[in-house]
């Protein structure tokens, strides 16, 4: 199946409201339901729905909780009861029609007597797109698709990209000062920024569903790679990159008492009796093949952590992590960390290594968000290739 395929799904009916038309204000509400999942959902989708009856009234709401819980339609049905009869069902994903870990949401709907369903956005899954609202329609359902459509896939940039591409989305996260150093010229980089801005990143680590960084991460700064932010949360799959054989078995990640795994990537060229050590400490070695530049294929790495359905990855650098990932194109969002400090130095290292590239090469982004955390400033981007995706 092309590309081309892929982000232009088949035809399942007219798309009642144009891209660029905000939601409705019901879709708004399901949406703004859906973000309540966040963090808590993967593999799943956040998804919201609302319910209003014929006369109007707002008669029950829901949002899908958590994997393996009840879906956003079945908890708002749930909560309607008699009153969903004749209603209208507002639902930020296509319902399921197939059975997973719980029941098809369509034979729910079906059941309850809803009357007209409106859904933003279809399944991203090509196999399964339209496939619920087909069987809506076949049942004599109204059903309308496409209010707030764009800001529901964003909403799912990470369950989208999954779908689509094969792969988790991709977040290249850096903290440095105004002038672009990730370090002073002796190496030393903590602690550029502040604690506020700290426990934003560890909310960002709630977020993802894994967390990568390099071996020369884990020698110099000997993290542990969990989340310790306020809220409840999950650590993330550990993620360590490591072509020769070079994280000790000693390293913080492996003493933690995280139950997320530790996943060392390498090639067959890092020693067996590393290996062994590495699986005594309680970590996790998987051989994949070598990239043109001799380190582990990034491909390679995504496709399996792909099938072991982690959405999206969070790559904590360092400076040739970054640059690998930017020039093979597996880069989706950018958030920088920029402290109020001035380094200055050639020595000092930027976020970004690599033998760079000119002005007309060079990235674009949209900046989604400016915020303020203490002193510090953080700039979250969208790499535009994701938009352009989203708008085709």
């Known amino acids: 199946m092309s590309l081309s395929s892929i982000f232009h799904p088949p035809n399942w009916g007219i798309f009642l409201w144009g891209v660029n038309r905000m939601p ?5 509400r ?54 969903a009869r004749g209603a209208t069902l507002y639902v930020t994903l296509e319902p399921c029609n197939h059975h997973g870990r719980t029941p098809p949401c369509t034979e729910a709907i079906l059941a309850a007597g809803i009357e007209r369903v409106v859904v933003a956005s279809l399944d991203p899954n090509p196999h399964v797109a339209g496939g619920g609202v087909q069987r809506l329609r076949d049942a004599g359902i109204a059903v309308e698709v496409g209010d707030g459509r764009l800001e529901a896939e964003a909403l ?5 990209t999954w779908s689509r ?13 105004l002038d672009g150093k990730v370090a002073d010229r002796q190496g ?48 993330p799959v550990r993620v360590i990159l490591d ?29 067996v009796d590393w290996e062994r050590e590495i699986f005594s400490a309680g970590g996790e070695v998987v051989r994949v093949d070598s990239g043109s530049d001799g380190r582990v294929s990034l491909d390679r790495v995504m496709s399996h952590l ?7 990855v969070l790559v904590e650098g360092g400076p040739q992590i ?6 093979q194109g597996l880069a989706d969002r950018w958030v920088g960390y920029l402290a109020p400090l001035i380094l200055g130095g050639a020595e000092a290292p930027s976020p970004v290594a690599g033998k760079g590239l000119t002005l007309p090469e060079s990235h674009h982004l949209d900046i989604a968000k400016v915020l303020k955390r203490g002193p510090d400033v953080i700039v979250d981007a969208w790499f535009r290739e994701v938009l352009e995706r989203e708008t085709r």
């Open 165 to 177: 591409l094969g792969r988790p989305l991709i977040t290249l996260k850096a903290a440095m000062t």
């Open 322 to 327: 970054h640059a690998a990932f930017l020039d």
């Open 30 to 83: 399901a949406l703004a339901l859906a973000k309540r999942g966040l963090g808590s959902t993967a593999p799943n989708p956040m998804v919201g729905a609302v319910i209003r009856d014929a006369s109007g009234r707002l008669v029950a709401e829901g949002f899908h909780k958590k994997a393996g819980g009840p879906h956003a339609e079945a908890n708002a049905l749930k909560k309607a009861g008699p009153a």
């Open 188 to 235: 030393q980089s903590k602690y550029l920024t502040s604690e506020a801005a700290r426990a934003h990143a560890h909310e960002l680590r709630r977020q993802h569903d894994a967390i990568l960084v390099g071996s020369g991460t884990v020698l110099v700064d000997n993290p542990e790679l969990t989340y310790r932010g306020k809220r409840r949360g999950r650590d």
């Open 156 to 160: 799912n940039r990470p369950f989208l």
């Open 243 to 271: 072509s020769r054989g070079r994280t000790p078995p000693e390293a913080r990640v492996f003493q933690s008492q995280s139950t997320a795994p530790t996943l060392i990537f390498t090639t067959e060229d890092a020693p």
């Open 306 to 312: 792909a099938d072991l359905q982690v959405l999206s």
């Open 24 to 28: 409705s204000p019901d879709m708004s």
